[in-house]
């Protein structure tokens, strides 16, 4: 099955533990992305990377880092989780091709809960 | 850069009525996708319709429709014989055919409660 897998999907954390939420993809897709979904403001993206050892800057970077050492796997860091940073989070791939091949383009994981207390 | 806006944090709706979603966007590009993305209470994110810039014609997935108006930057969600299970967080999203404009962006969100 076609899926992206996101882990774990519940975190609780102290301020200041590093953390790592993982994403792998089995879909060949080139581009994967980063999401975090807040009240009110929708899903803004933190990070993306157009291929392997090829990442950028999204919109609300901060905070964050992520790799991309091998094309399935995408995951996002906290080095040192605030309270600021409590949120959902979403990792997502696609094709990069520009025309969409298929009627869903994008595939989600099944996000992340964190919480950082 | 593009920007999609959500007026309606939140919508109500009988069951089996007809409910209306309205999103706008902005953008320069004249080639590009307009997804409407459901999100239930299990946080999944599931694509409903998406309608491509340069087909006129309105895109219809059962009960849910588009009204997309180009000029006017406009791309509304008609949901039909509203049910239960229709309940839940929509967003609006747009995202560029251009090879390197792979983004997804997001509007707002629109809660829409489903009464029976």
């Known amino acids: 099955e076609a899926q992206v897998t996101q882990n774990p999907r519940y975190l609780i954390t102290v301020t200041g533990k590093k953390l790592t939420v993982t994403c792998s993809q089995n879909?060949?897709?080139?581009?994967m992305s980063w999401y975090r979904q807040d009240p009110g403001l929708g899903l803004r993206q933190i990070y993306y990377s157009m291929n392997v050892e090829a990442t950028d800057k999204g919109d609300v970077p901060e905070g964050y880092k992520v790799s991309r050492k091998e094309k399935r796997n995408f995951p996002l860091i906290l080095e040192s989780p605030s309270p600021n940073q409590t949120s959902l989070y979403f990792c997502?791939?696609?094709?990069?091709?520009?025309?969409?091949?298929?009627?869903?383009?994008?595939?989600f994981g099944s996000g992340t809960r964190l919480t950082v207390v | 850069a593009q920007t999609v806006t959500q007026s309606q944090p939140e919508m109500s709706v009988q069951e089996a009525e007809t409910v209306t979603l309205s999103c706008t966007y902005d953008t320069s590009e004249s080639d590009y996708y307009l997804f409407w993305y459901k999100q239930p209470p299990s946080r999944q994110m599931i694509l409903v319709i998406r309608q491509e810039a340069y087909k006129q014609q309105n895109a219809t997935e059962n009960r849910f429709s588009v009204n997309f108006q180009k000029a006017a930057k406009s791309f509304s969600l008609k949901i039909s014989d509203s049910q239960l299970g229709d309940a839940a967080m929509y967003f609006c999203?747009?995202?560029?055919?251009?090879?390197?404009?792979?983004?997804?962006?997001f509007g707002e969100g629109t809660q829409l409660t489903v009464n029976p």
């Open positions: 997502a791939s696609s094709p990069s091709s520009g025309r969409l091949r298929d009627n869903y383009g994008y595939t």
């Open positions: 999203a747009y995202r560029s055919v251009q090879t390197s404009g792979s983004r997804l962006t």
């Open positions: 879909m060949n897709h080139e581009y």
